[in-house]
Each structure stands twice: as C-alpha cells, then as structure tokens.
C-alpha cells in the first residue's frame, strides 16, 4: 500500500460528538482545515438553530453532511413514552431532511428489566411506524448495532447479524 493511499483524507467523516466542546460553528470552522471532507451531525448541536442553514454552511465550507445522529431508542416501559419516542423520531426525520442529511443514525432502544424479545418487539414496531414517513422525506434509517454491553439500556440490537435482519424485513431502500 502506498503513502498516498494512507494519507488521502476524501473518505474521512467525523461523528461531530469527537469534539463535544465546540459548537457547529467551531466544526464548521474547524474540520475543513484538517480536511474532514463529511460530518455526522449530533442533533444537540441543532438545539434551538435552523438546521437548513446549519446544512448550508456546512456544503458551504467544503463539507457533505452524510447523517443525522441519533434517533431511535423506540422502547418504553408505557405507550406514552413510545409514543414520545416516535414524536421524537418524526422531529429528528424533519431535522435530517432539512439539514441535508441523507439518513438517521439509529440507538435503537432496551429497556432495563425488560425482556429482549419484548425490546425487539417495540424495536420492530417503531421502524414500521416511522418508516413510511421516513420514506416520504427521503431519509433513510440506519439501525447501528451497538457492543452487547449497551444491550439492557441503549439497544436490544447488538450485532451487525440481527441488524441486517431487521433491515431487510422491510425490503425497503429506507
């Protein structure tokens, strides 16, 4: 393998979480200068801004916004908070499309106590729900396996196996 080909940057995008301090305007600032060419968006780092502008200044500055992170977390002990849950997800969907990003980053949720299958079950539910709606704002839906570790609070979804299955369950481009 060449020097070349170990230096060469035009893949490289940086979840913008790796630099929790700074604010989307320091990223946009600062990440084009180590040549960061694409960024994942934290959504915190929307709170209370426009997203489309967010979106242009960042197409702006050289970079290409490829997600949205993170929606998900479709379980719940009561039907009001996955109910909540899904508000939150149709939000986030609304934010990536205006941002400009192609697809949502997705921690898809467990609850402590509760049992996996029940977790999977909630899990299934809520990519069903939000799918269709995804699908109409041209946002895909990226289910991210998380270590086994997070499996009784952040996500019944821990292998790369059970979040392949899930994804074509749908058969959907989404």
Same mark, same amino acid.
Request: include cysteine.
């Given at each position: 393998m060449s020097i070349e080909k170990l230096t060469n940057l035009?893949?490289?995008? /940086?979840?913008?979480?790796?630099?929790?301090?700074w604010s989307i305007e320091e990223i946009i600032d600062n990440y084009p200068r180590a040549? /960061?060419?694409?960024?994942? /968006?934290?959504?915190?780092?929307?709170?209370?801004?426009?997203?489309?502008?967010?979106?242009?200044?960042?197409r702006d $500055?050289?970079?290409?916004?490829?997600?949205?992170v993170r929606g998900g977390f479709f379980t719940g002990k009561t039907?009001?908070?996955i109910q909540a849950s899904l508000d939150d997800n149709r939000r986030a969907i609304d934010e990536a499309s205006a941002l400009g990003a192609p697809m949502i980053v997705l921690v898809c949720g467990a609850v402590p106590g509760e049992?996996?299958?029940?977790?999977?079950?909630?899990?299934?539910?809520?990519?069903?729900?939000?799918?269709?709606? $995804?699908?109409?704002?041209? /946002?895909?839906?990226?289910?991210?396996p998380l270590h086994p570790m997070y499996a009784d609070s952040r996500s019944a979804i821990c292998t790369m196996k059970t979040a392949n299955d899930f994804a074509e369950r749908f058969n959907s481009p989404y």
């Amino acid at each position: 393998m060449s020097i070349e080909k170990l230096t060469n940057l035009d893949r490289l995008c /940086v979840h913008t979480i790796t630099t929790k301090p700074w604010s989307i305007e320091e990223i946009i600032d600062n990440y084009p200068r180590a040549e /960061v060419k694409a960024v994942s /968006v934290w959504r915190d780092l929307l709170q209370n801004r426009d997203a489309s502008k967010i979106g242009v200044r960042i197409r702006d $500055a050289g970079m290409e916004v490829l997600s949205l992170v993170r929606g998900g977390f479709f379980t719940g002990k009561t039907e009001a908070e996955i109910q909540a849950s899904l508000d939150d997800n149709r939000r986030a969907i609304d934010e990536a499309s205006a941002l400009g990003a192609p697809m949502i980053v997705l921690v898809c949720g467990a609850v402590p106590g509760e049992s996996i299958h029940r977790s999977l079950s909630q899990i299934q539910t809520g990519l069903e729900t939000l799918l269709p709606y $995804a699908e109409t704002c041209g /946002v895909k839906l990226g289910i991210e396996p998380l270590h086994p570790m997070y499996a009784d609070s952040r996500s019944a979804i821990c292998t790369m196996k059970t979040a392949n299955d899930f994804a074509e369950r749908f058969n959907s481009p989404y």
